[in-house]
């Protein structure tokens, strides 16, 4: 549950515990729904990014080398939380 009255500036955070991660959702726009005004929220394409585009997704790599999966755009390990599994934008592998 989130505050009251939040503004489009202020990004979501929610923590996964099957991916043993927090993920933060950006505002992208207002949407009507059954007739009410809302705001929508996603999580940004960084999330999914190789170690080499975003340098941040370091610490889901289990082993430093580079065969880690996360040398892989679109998908990221989850191994520690759910025995040896990735997680693609939409599924889990």
């Known amino acids: 549950m989130y505050q009251p009255f939040l503004t489009k500036d202020i990004p979501l955070q ?3 515990g099957q991916m043993c991660r927090s993920l933060t959702y950006s ?6 729904e059954d007739g009410v005004m809302t705001h929508r929220y996603q999580i940004p394409d960084s999330l999914y990014q190789s170690i ?3 340098p941040d997704n370091w610490c889901f790599c289990p082993e430093k080398n580079t065969n880690c999966v996360t040398s892989i755009n679109g998908v990221i ?5 759910v ?3 990735c997680a693609c934008r939409g599924h889990t592998l």
């Open 14 to 16: 929610l923590f996964i």
């Open 83 to 85: 025995e040896g599994a």
């Open 77 to 81: 390990p989850i191994g520690p939380c």
């Open 52 to 54: 080499q585009k975003n």
């Open 27 to 32: 505002y992208t726009e207002d949407v009507v």
